[in-house]
């Protein structure tokens, strides 16, 4: 897709170090940046398993990445199933495994996907719309402190209760934007550089993708498709995400060793050309 710039490139790269002929799995194929250098990199034979639980994303990725051909398959699903699907397309023993985690800029930037407060939309919230709850549902029928429980959990967020109080009072919600009021009516409107909405929305958007159990299953069942002296590499946007990543690498379920000591984030130079990295953190582990 023009205009976007996977993050952490050359680092992806480095770590999982494509040569001709090997094969990859993708496991969050968005716009296809990173797929489109694996793929370059292991040119003329290697192939790549893509998964996306998006089917926007697809066939997006579908139209751009059509000149590779049958050197790139697709599936439409959760990454917590890789280890069959990795089965089902002879992708078993891989190179290497990438997860480039959270929301692509183009459900950010969609209205009508709802993960915007800086956009008026339907407060959907969910990256596969084939499933059926949405955050509306949540804000709308879930009780006062299941609510604020999730603001608290998925968010960090500290006024959770009245928060939470205040949505119930709002009801029903049907756009971001009145999600955005209720919370304004406890936190204020924006000021500083984090908008007061920020922790509320990606509490909901976590909890209506199941995104923490998710990645959990994932880190589990991709490091059992990996070849030994394969990689894994996953890059996450919160701190919650990065704790789970950290803490498996450290404790996986088989051999294997941590290639980052210490956390890779992006160069100034990067976040300057992308600002959507300057949260990103990378880490790298290897089988044994
Ligand atoms: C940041 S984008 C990936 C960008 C991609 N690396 C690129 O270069 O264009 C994250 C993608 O991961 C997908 N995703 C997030 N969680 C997922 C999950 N549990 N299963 C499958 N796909 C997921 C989202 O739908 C989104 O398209």
Same mark, same amino acid.
């Given at each position: 897709?023009?205009?976007?710039?996977?993050?952490?490139?050359?680092?992806?790269?480095?770590?999982?170090?494509?040569?001709? /002929?090997?094969?990859?799995?993708?496991?969050?194929? /968005?716009?296809?940046?990173?797929?489109?250098?694996?793929?370059?990199?292991?040119?003329? =034979?290697?192939?790549?398993?893509?998964?996306?639980?998006?089917?926007?994303?697809?066939?997006?990725?579908?139209?751009?990445?059509?000149?590779?051909?049958?050197?790139?398959?697709?599936?439409?699903?959760?990454?917590?199933?890789?280890?069959?699907?990795?089965?089902?397309?002879?992708?078993?023993?891989?190179?290497?495994?990438?997860?480039?985690?959270?929301?692509?800029? +183009?459900?950010?930037? =969609?209205?009508?996907? /709802?993960?915007?407060?800086?956009?008026?939309?339907?407060?959907?919230?969910?990256?596969?719309?084939?499933?059926?709850?949405?955050?509306?549902?949540?804000?709308?029928?879930?009780?006062?402190?299941?609510?604020? =429980?999730?603001?608290?959990?998925?968010?960090?967020?500290?006024?959770?209760?009245?928060?939470?109080? !205040?949505?119930?009072?709002?009801?029903?919600?049907?756009?971001?934007?009145?999600?955005?009021?209720?919370?304004?009516?406890? +936190?204020?409107?924006?000021?500083?550089?984090?908008?007061?909405?920020?922790?509320?929305?990606?509490?909901?958007?976590?909890?209506?993708?199941?995104?923490? !159990?998710?990645?959990? !299953?994932?880190? =589990?069942? !991709? +490091?059992?498709?990996?070849?030994?002296?394969?990689?894994?590499?996953?890059?996450?946007?919160?701190?919650?995400?990065?704790?789970?990543?950290?803490?498996?690498?450290?404790?996986?379920?088989?051999?294997?060793?941590?290639?980052?000591?210490?956390?890779?984030?992006?160069?100034?130079?990067?976040?300057?050309?992308?600002?959507?990295?300057?949260?990103?953190?990378?880490?790298?582990?290897?089988?044994?």
């Amino acid at each position: 897709m023009l205009g976007h710039t996977p993050v952490l490139l050359e680092e992806v790269m480095k770590f999982l170090d494509p040569k001709p /002929g090997g094969r990859f799995i993708d496991a969050t194929l /968005g716009a296809g940046g990173h797929t489109r250098a694996i793929l370059e990199r292991t040119a003329p =034979d290697g192939r790549v398993l893509a998964i996306d639980q998006d089917e926007l994303a697809l066939a997006g990725a579908r139209e751009s990445l059509q000149s590779f051909g049958s050197r790139l398959i697709m599936e439409h699903s959760n990454f917590k199933n890789i280890a069959p699907l990795a089965a089902g397309h002879g992708f078993l023993e891989v190179e290497g495994v990438l997860a480039d985690i959270g929301i692509s800029s +183009m459900m950010v930037d =969609d209205p009508s996907r /709802g993960f915007s407060f800086m956009r008026e939309g339907p407060l959907d919230m969910r990256m596969d719309r084939t499933q059926d709850l949405t955050a509306a549902d949540v804000v709308n029928t879930y009780a006062e402190k299941e609510i604020a =429980d999730i603001l608290y959990t998925y968010g960090e967020e500290r006024r959770s209760r009245p928060i939470a109080r !205040s949505i119930v009072r709002a009801r029903p919600l049907r756009l971001t934007t009145d999600l955005t009021r209720a919370i304004e009516r406890v +936190m204020g409107g924006p000021r500083g550089r984090i908008h007061p909405a920020t922790r509320t929305f990606q509490a909901l958007r976590i909890f209506v993708n199941g995104e923490l !159990s998710s990645l959990e !299953s994932f880190l =589990d069942s !991709s +490091m059992t498709v990996i070849r030994s002296g394969g990689r894994l590499v996953v890059i996450t946007f919160h701190s919650l995400e990065d704790r789970i990543v950290k803490q498996k690498f450290r404790t996986p379920p088989v051999p294997g060793r941590v290639l980052t000591k210490k956390v890779v984030v992006a160069t100034e130079e990067e976040v300057r050309r992308n600002p959507r990295a300057r949260s990103a953190k990378l880490r790298a582990w290897e089988k044994s």
